[in-house]
């Protein structure tokens, strides 16, 4: 497996390995902004967390996913999740997506540890050759964080899903490759200095 289970730690967050025994941790961290109303993405509530968090296991059993939940070092609590995804085992390539973080730890450290600890593992473990990110054309804010991490905007796909509400997802792709890395590396140390 290229993928193997792991945990990843910094300055104040840890990532560990989801378990079917975070479900009501996660949905109390989802709780903190009602996140799961927002359209264009998906955040789990309590009446999807069990599918949630099993789509995400066999993902992981298949080789294809590494999924974790974000826990605050300080408070000891789940603020979020994140996973490794849709894994090229072939070719190297592995997107970081399915992140979101309870509205109080938005705007924080909390995302910018977060893609440091993944980021490092892809690369300087994992020896990716290219990291994606893929988010909604809606999902602007979104857009601009995975931008300011010093990825690059590779292209839209169009009618690329379709949600289940009926409407038709346009995703936006991007990508930092392992050339680039040392530069987004640096930057992001720059930025975390600022918290501390």
Partial sequence: ?????????????????????????L??????GNLWELWFTFVPSQDSIGRYINDALNEQAQGLALPF???????????GSTRFCHADTVNKRVEIGY?????????????KE???LLLTHAF???DAIAVEFRTHWHNYASRQAIARLGAKQDG???????????????TVVFSIINLEWPAVKMNLLHKLAKYG
Avoid: F
Wanted: glycine share 4%; hydrophobic share 40%; charged share 25%.
């Fill in 99 to 111: 992140t979101w973080y309870s509205k109080s730890s938005q705007g924080s450290s909390v995302n």
């Fill in 156 to 170: 839209v796909l169009r009618n690329h899903q379709k949600m289940p509400d009926g409407l038709y997802r346009d």
């Fill in 114 to 116: 977060c893609k440091n």
């Fill in 124 to 126: 300087e473990v994992l």
């Fill in 1 to 25: 497996m290229w993928l193997e289970e792991t945990e990843l730690e910094s300055a104040s967050v840890k990532l560990s390995p989801l378990r079917v025994e975070h479900a009501d941790a």
């Fill in 27 to 32: 949905v109390i961290a989802a709780s903190d």
């Fill in 69 to 79: 939940v974000v826990i605050d070092k300080a408070s000891g609590k789940v603020v």
